[in-house]
Every structure is written in C-alpha cells, then in structure tokens.
C-alpha cells in the first residue's frame, strides 16, 4: 500500500470549511483513497472513499487530484464534534483488509 | 444502523494473567480483525479471521494472542499472560468481504495490566 503523508495539525473555525490534505504520490492505479477519523480514544470512524473520481456522502466530500497523486478531504461546515484525528489511508483492492493507520491529521474546531 | 460492539468496555488485570475481550461484529459480516492502540501512539494491525481461521497477523500477534469465534455472533481475542506492554485499547472491526471492503470499528476495550 502507498505511503501518505498528512499535516499534524489543522485548526478550523466552528461553521467554516475544514479542508484536510493528504499526499499520496505514489499510489498505483488500483489502490483506493480512504478516510477515517478517530474522536478521542474512541473507535475509528469510516468516512470516505474514492478511487479516481470526486465522492460526497452526508458526512463529507474526497476530491482527488486528476494525477492522484494527492487528495483533500472537505467537511463542508464543521463543528465543534468534529474535532478529531483525521487518517488519509491508501488500499490496494486486492489488499487482504488490514489498514495501515498514519499518525493522521489532529483537526481543532474553535468556536 | 448496525454497529460494531465490544465488551467489557475497560478491563484491570494482573501481570500474568489472561484476559479474553469480545466482540460483536455486524451481523452479515464474514471478516473480522483486531487493532490495538497504545496510549498515545498509532492504531496497529494485530489480525484478521475469515471462515474460522486467521488470514493475517502482524508481528505484535506472538504466541501469546489468540482468537476465536466460538459462536455465531461473538469474536474473541485471548492475551494468555499479559504483560505490562499490553495496556492498550482493543479495538474489534468487520467488514462483508476483504480487500476494499469498508471496515467498521467498534469502541474499543481499555486494558490495562498492572
């Protein structure tokens, strides 16, 4: 599986965008962009996942580079609930299932 | 929604003994994994389980972890004689198949050996 490579930290003002990178410039054609986020100590959380093309769900949207080389991870109008590590994580399809955690991105949403 | 569950949620234990954390995975799930996260450090693979055997471990999965689904519904990870560096939380996933199948995490069990 790709490497990614993630800012440590991010702040975002309550209501506004929070848009997380990630960089994963050595992905291969078959291997997906996923999202996750762990709130405090709690079990990470299934976001997002996108191959090639742009994905929204209700909770957030991917965008991934036409070279896909890099990806952002947009949560349209974040709250205060939303503050947690952020983990961008690349996977091969034929990958046998395990997820290979990064140190992720810590997102602070400030009232 | 269905959901992930994990039981007990926090768990105390001498150095030594053996403790056994369960799990729930979501009903039509058919692979199961474990996690571990030390205090301040990453999630870590331990080991994957399809169709009542281990698919993958990591190098953490010594001798002294094993799991089990001894029913239906539950999945298991037995740390025979824990030890001091085993203090983490256990976090259960599943997911329908492998490969890029989303995985879904429980809330984890806290371990602590003293």
């Known amino acids: 599986d790709a490497k990614t490579t993630q800012p440590t930290s991010m702040d975002c003002a309550e209501g506004r965008a929070a848009n997380l990178p990630c960089n994963h410039s050595t992905i291969s054609g078959n291997e997906y962009v996923y999202w996750y986020r762990q709130i405090h100590s709690q079990g990470p959380q299934y976001i997002i996942h996108g191959l090639k093309n742009n994905e929204t769900n209700e909770m957030a949207s991917l965008i991934i580079t036409e070279d896909r080389k890099s990806s952002t991870l947009i949560l349209p109008h974040a709250t205060l609930r939303d503050t947690a590590v952020y983990y961008c994580i690349v996977r091969q399809s034929s990958n046998t299932g395990k997820l290979i955690f990064g140190q992720g991105t810590t997102l602070q949403v400030k009232p | 929604e269905p959901e992930v569950t994990q039981t007990p949620s926090h768990q105390v234990t001498q150095m030594g003994q053996e403790v056994i954390l369960r799990c729930v995975p979501i009903s039509n799930h058919l692979y199961f994994y474990w996690y571990r996260q030390i205090l301040g450090q990453k999630v870590e693979f331990l080991v994957s389980f399809y169709n009542n055997e281990i698919s993958e471990k990591s190098e953490i999965f010594d001798d002294q972890f094993s799991v089990e689904r001894p029913d239906g519904s539950n999945f298991t990870l037995k740390i025979r004689s824990t030890k001091l560096e085993d203090s983490a939380m256990y976090f259960c996933?599943?997911?329908?198949?492998?490969?890029?199948?989303?995985?879904?995490f429980g809330p984890g069990t806290r371990l602590l050996v003293l």
């Open positions: 996933a599943s997911s329908r198949t492998q490969g890029i199948e989303t995985q879904y």
